[in-house]
Nanobody
């Protein structure tokens, strides 16, 4: 049973924007921290951005700080990732992940028990 479904991937030129969305069917969504990870070909999956369960704490990896914005909509069970000024190095499969109920936003894969199936983002130079 798929609990997290991502939308919004695609192909853009460098400098462009994309908005990813993840819809959750988890009954605990309102009290789950959420995160986006990504995995480029031949590389390990890495933390991109995270949001606290209340939606007020926002966390980013250094390379996307100032370009990406994560937001959590508890009323609609959705977490979004607005990506601006995209660069070719942002090319990857992007995954939505749900952390442990009432937990902190952490940056390790092992701290996220629930994952979406991923959506491809391709940025051309």
């Amino acid at each position: 049973q798929v609990m997290l479904t991502e939308f919004g991937g695609g192909s853009v030129e460098a400098g462009g924007s994309l908005r990813l969305s993840c819809v959750s069917s988890l009954r605990t969504f309102a009290t789950d921290p959420m995160a986006w990870f990504r995995q480029a070909p031949g590389k390990e999956r890495e933390f991109v951005a995270g949001v606290s369960w209340r939606g007020t704490g926002l966390f980013y990896r250094n390379s996307v700080e100032g370009r990406f914005t994560i937001s959590k909509d508890n009323a609609n069970n959705r977490v979004n990732l607005q990506m601006n000024d995209l660069k070719p190095e942002d090319t990857a499969i992007y995954y939505c992940a749900a952390g442990r109920n009432y937990g902190a936003v952490l940056r390790e894969i092992k701290d996220y028990p629930t994952w979406g199936q991923g959506t491809q983002v391709t940025v051309s130079s």
